[in-house]
């Protein structure tokens, strides 16, 4: 009996015609953590039945819902935002005001360098008459930079007397509550003193770039809800640590966007040993003001704390959900493999000749899972008709069979087979039949419920936490979302597609497994007759593509029908429209990988643009950018030969620069020049940087084909400063084409387009004069096809010889703003500098052919939009084409390329196109041609998608 324990009728069994079955190894990981499912659900299993699984469910289901509502509902303690702000400025008088806040901070290193901080607050506090909440509250952070401040030794006394004080722990803050027991009205003193722990923490400097050990705190705390008209602080250091300061330190008081702030100097009154800094402020400061002192130190000069067990919830408790889910997914594995794996049959099987009783050849291939050979077995199975009326019927299906035979295993018969594979009903009907078990227990309720439940989880916590500011080291909101949606459809379709054999089924398995051997010592497949009943599940389960090729010739002498009358049969059979050719399948491919390769270089690749972008020295987000002045300014410009007919630039800029100590950082000078023109780099560098005759540090940066210079000064400098700048650019020729002719330009810029704004401005400092000069030797100066200042009404170019018999001659022009400190209109429009164009090979190393290629690598998504238009536009018009003729059904015709070109590659061009073009057109400027050019044809592109639809709408309506 199959199925059975029995040896398939067989009582004796000789061991030398065993074949071994041998339980499957598995890894050690996967034995552990199936083990440890398995004595879980055991374990739930003791402890409850259907009430517990039920309470399971809704744990989950509250999950759910708590989710959903993070990622529907309200945003949780969202910030304040500026309406916020000034709402609570105006109802000021709803509690207290500090008439007064002076701040006491003491500041000392414990044996092991650390930070403690003695902090001593007094506010004359007022109280309204009106005013109904008795109680005083204060908050105090208990988590900074991502360690613990640890307050301690809280006391607070009331106009003398000491209170109690209840204290009421969050996260990372803990308020102070304070009740008199009476309400209070006038003027009250309170004084509140506590004591910090690790104040500072490591950062970088945003003048110098370096790491520094960074003191910056603010002293009304996490939130103080109370207006404050007077704010004295004062802070008090060691010597030693005031000896290792980067720069002085500074205080500050802001509110939303408003502030103002001052460098600090040592109090004279400090106690010996000690240095003491302070900073008062008399302007009202409303509720959420911030009042902050900086003190950044050299990096090691404090004993930095471990980070506190609140860092990492807080790096990783956002991505808790995808972690659990990660870990839910290795456990579904485990689970598949070893806790839901297949039952055991005998230890051994034996050759089969005969196929098993009541099982078809397709449940044979569900048991022996081989979608590819299916289709196979089962026009065999078909084919296997005798009787001389039904030849003409078993000629056909012997044709259907060999075509299956030539089809099987092959990759464009993969998604067919495959398809129905999965749709038919022996899937459903091996559980039936009892051949295959569906998993039910806790663990696979625990895959089932968890993923949806973390899932929603997850997506509400990205959203709520995409309005806050971020905490966690790493924050990939968008990656988590998908890795966690990924995790979670993976293992529900582990979870809701086991099907393990059981041990009837696993008996059957064997049973196929022994036909297959059979037929391997027997050679079947290649004597054996088509009438053969074991034929059909021979083919299971063996490499599908030799099989098919046995198969065909198996049965190619069987068909006696005409090729032309077979290939009508295999047609009407209708088994191959689902089958994919090689050019079918590029064609697919190709359409999936343009849409996928447009989405990933729009979302990857920086946006391309023919305009050039604003220089980073006028944009003010450099630190200490906005806080220098150029009040004067030398230009000078040497152009010289090298050897090998080569150039030489070299610059040096003398600039009167006026510093201002206003700012949250030192004053930075920042400068930027053109880098790389056309495709052609320069070869320009920063040869030094001097200020008042001293070296200066600075660094540079090479950016969107700019290069930019920024001192890194550590110090705060106040005034007017004498800044030189030396510059060598080693292939300052380009090649340029004018009036349709090639020259070799040399075009030196001095102060990028956007100069008279973009330099920062000060009011205080009146600017001027700006003075240029260029010289280069006489014999280039003659031989130019052109030549002059940029823009050209900035002065007349009139070069003058040098003195001596030098060979060079000078062109010098000098700028002066008007009474009102403006510049003229005339050299506002344009780069400032020269432009000097010779005959095209008289500076040697000029690539001829960079501009065309540098423009190219800009245009490159535009002229691909327009080819895949073009592509788009020829797919739709044989679209047309073959729908207005009837010669098939149009793109609804017979499946082949053609038809795939047209349903597929088409549209995928398409929409590849507009990606592409938009992402483009961003970046053209408006009466660049190229623009004009890329709009029509992704015009003409979705014009012909849009008539191509119509047409084939409307010839399949009237069929």
């Known amino acids: 009996m199959i199925g059975s324990d029995g040896a398939s009728g067989t009582d004796v069994v000789e061991p030398d015609t065993r074949i071994p079955d041998p339980a499957p190894r598995h890894t050690p990981l996967w034995v552990v953590l199936s083990a440890w499912l398995l004595r879980v659900e055991r374990w739930l299993q003791s402890r409850g039945g259907s009430r517990l699984r039920s309470g399971l469910w809704q744990f989950w289901g509250l999950v759910a819902v708590g989710g959903l509502i993070l990622l529907v509902g309200p945003v949780i303690n969202p910030p304040l935002t500026l309406d916020d702000l000034t709402d609570e400025a105006s109802d000021v008088t709803d509690t207290w005001i500090a008439r007064s806040f002076d701040a006491d901070y003491r500041v000392t290193m414990d044996d092991d360098g650390r930070l403690v901080t003695e902090v001593e607050e007094r506010i004359d506090a007022f109280f309204p008459t009106d005013l109904d909440d008795r109680t005083i509250?204060?908050?105090?952070?208990?988590?900074?930079?991502?360690?613990?401040?640890?307050?301690?030794?809280?006391?607070?006394?009331?106009?003398?007397?000491?209170?109690?004080?209840?204290?009421?722990?969050?996260?990372?803050?803990?308020?102070?509550?304070v009740d008199p027991g009476q309400q209070l009205t006038g003027d009250h003193e309170l004084v509140i003193r506590y004591q910090l722990s690790d104040l500072a923490y490591v950062d970088t400097d945003p003048a110098t770039g370096r790491p520094v050990d960074l003191l910056r705190w603010d002293v009304f705390g996490p939130d103080l809800q109370q207006a404050v008209a007077k704010l004295d602080v004062r802070v008090t250091i060691p010597q030693e640590l005031d000896d290792r300061l980067v720069r002085q330190p500074r205080g500050s008081l802001a509110w939303t966007l408003v502030g103002a702030g001052q460098w600090l100097t040592p109090e004279p009154d400090a106690p010996p040993g000690e240095v003491a800094y302070a900073f008062t402020s008399d302007d009202a400061a409303p509720p959420h003001a911030q009042a902050r002192f900086t003190m950044p130190f050299e990096a090691g000069s404090i004993t930095m704390p471990p980070q506190s067990w609140i860092f990492w919830v807080q790096t990783f408790g956002p991505v808790l959900p995808m972690l659990v889910l990660a870990a839910t997914l290795l456990l579904s594995f485990a689970a598949r493999a070893v806790a839901w794996g297949d039952a055991r049959g005998r230890p051994w099987y034996l050759a089969q000749s005969e196929p098993p009783d009541g099982v078809s050849p397709r449940t044979a291939a569900h048991l022996l899972r081989s979608p590819a050979t299916m289709e196979l077995a089962e026009r065999l199975k078909d084919a296997a008709i005798s009787g001389t009326k039904q030849q003409a019927k078993r000629q056909a299906r012997l044709v259907a069979a060999a075509g299956a035979a030539k089809r099987a295993g092959r990759l464009g018969d993969r998604p067919r087979a495959l398809r129905r594979y999965l749709t038919g009903p022996e899937r459903?009907?091996?559980?039936?039949?009892?051949?295959?078990?569906?998993?039910?227990?806790?663990?696979?309720?625990?895959?089932?419920?968890a993923p949806i439940a973390l899932t929603i989880l997850q997506w509400g916590i990205v959203r709520q936490l995409s309005h806050q500011a971020v905490l966690a080291v790493v924050w990939w909101p968008l990656a988590f979302v998908v890795l966690s949606t990924v995790f979670a459809v993976i293992v529900l379709a582990i979870?809701?597609?086991?099907?393990?054999?059981?041990?009837?089924?696993?008996?059957?398995?064997?049973?196929?497994?022994?036909i297959r051997v059979f037929a391997e010592r027997t050679q079947l497949l290649d004597r054996a007759s088509l009438r053969d009943r074991l034929l059909p599940y021979a083919v299971l389960g063996a490499p599908p593509r030799t099989t098919g090729r046995r198969v065909a010739a198996l049965i190619a002498p069987e068909i006696t029908m005409p090729a032309a009358a077979a290939d009508l049969a295999s047609r009407a059979d209708g088994s191959r429209t689902g089958f994919l050719t090689a050019p079918r399948i590029a064609v697919r491919v190709l359409a999936v990988l343009l849409v996928v390769g447009a989405i990933v270089a729009v979302s990857v690749l920086p946006a391309p643009s023919l305009e050039p972008e604003t220089p980073r020295s006028y944009t003010g987000d450099i630190p200490g950018s906005t806080l220098t002045t150029i009040a004067t300014a030398d230009f000078d410009a040497e152009l010289t030969r090298t050897d090998g007919d080569g150039a030489r630039l070299r610059v040096t800029e003398r600039l009167g620069v006026d510093f201002s100590d206003e700012g949250a950082v030192p004053g930075q000078v920042v400068r930027e020049w053109p880098a790389v023109v056309d495709g052609q780099d320069l070869g320009l560098t920063v040869d030094g940087v001097t200020i008042d005759g001293e070296d200066a540090p600075f660094t540079t940066e090479l950016e969107d084909g700019r290069l930019l210079l920024?001192?890194?000064?550590?110090?705060?400098?106040?005034?007017?400063?004498?800044?030189?700048?030396?510059?060598?650019?080693?292939?300052?020729?380009?090649?340029?084409?004018?009036?349709?002719h090639d020259v070799d330009r040399v075009n030196w810029v001095a102060l990028l387009d956007g100069w008279t704004s973009g330099v920062a401005w000060d009011e205080d400092v009146r600017q001027g004069p700006f003075r240029l000069s260029f010289s280069a030797d006489r014999e280039l100066l003659d031989d130019a096809v052109d030549a002059g200042w940029t823009p050209t009404d900035a002065g007349t170019w009139l070069p003058s010889a040098d003195p001596g018999d030098t060979g060079r001659a000078t062109a010098t022009v000098e700028l002066e703003p008007d009474s009102d400190g403006r510049w003229?209109?005339?050299?506002?429009?344009?780069?400032?500098?020269?432009?000097?164009?010779?005959?095209?090979?008289?500076?040697?190393?000029?690539?001829?052919?960079?501009?065309?290629?540098?423009?190219?690598?800009?245009?490159?998504?535009?002229?691909?939009?327009?080819?895949?238009?073009?592509?788009?536009?020829?797919?739709?018009?044989?679209?047309?084409?073959?729908?207005?003729?009837?010669?098939?059904?149009?793109?609804?015709?017979?499946?082949?390329?053609?038809?795939?070109?047209?349903?597929?590659?088409a549209p995928s061009a398409m929409i590849t196109a507009l990606a592409m073009g938009v992402w483009m057109l961003n970046g053209i400027p408006a009466d660049d041609p190229f623009g004009g050019l890329l709009l029509a044809a992704l015009g003409a592109g979705v014009l012909s998608m849009l008539v191509c639809w119509f047409v084939a709408r409307r010839f399949r309506s009237r069929r």
């Open 428 to 449: 459903a009907g091996q559980v039936r039949d009892g051949l295959r078990r569906v998993p039910k227990g806790f663990v696979r309720d625990w895959f089932i419920a």
């Open 137 to 177: 509250e204060r908050v105090l952070a208990t988590e900074y930079q991502g360690h613990a401040l640890d307050p301690s030794m809280i006391s607070v006394t009331l106009d003398g007397v000491e209170q109690d004080v209840r204290w009421e722990r969050a996260a990372v803050f803990l308020r102070l509550v």
């Open 824 to 905: 003229p209109l005339d050299v506002r429009s344009d780069d400032l500098g020269v432009v000097l164009d010779l005959p095209a090979g008289t500076v040697a190393g000029v690539d001829a052919g960079a501009p065309m290629t540098a423009r190219l690598a800009v245009q490159w998504p535009g002229l691909v939009a327009i080819a895949l238009s073009v592509l788009a536009v020829l797919g739709a018009v044989l679209g047309v084409a073959g729908a207005m003729r009837r010669r098939s059904r149009g793109i609804e015709g017979t499946p082949g390329t053609a038809r795939d070109a047209v349903r597929w590659l």
């Open 495 to 514: 979870a809701l597609t086991a099907r393990p054999l059981t041990r009837k089924g696993a008996l059957l398995k064997q049973h196929l497994l022994g």
């Open 710 to 740: 920024r001192t890194t000064f550590e110090d705060v400098r106040t005034g007017l400063h004498d800044v030189v700048i030396e510059t060598t650019s080693t292939r300052p020729a380009v090649a340029a084409t004018v009036d349709g």
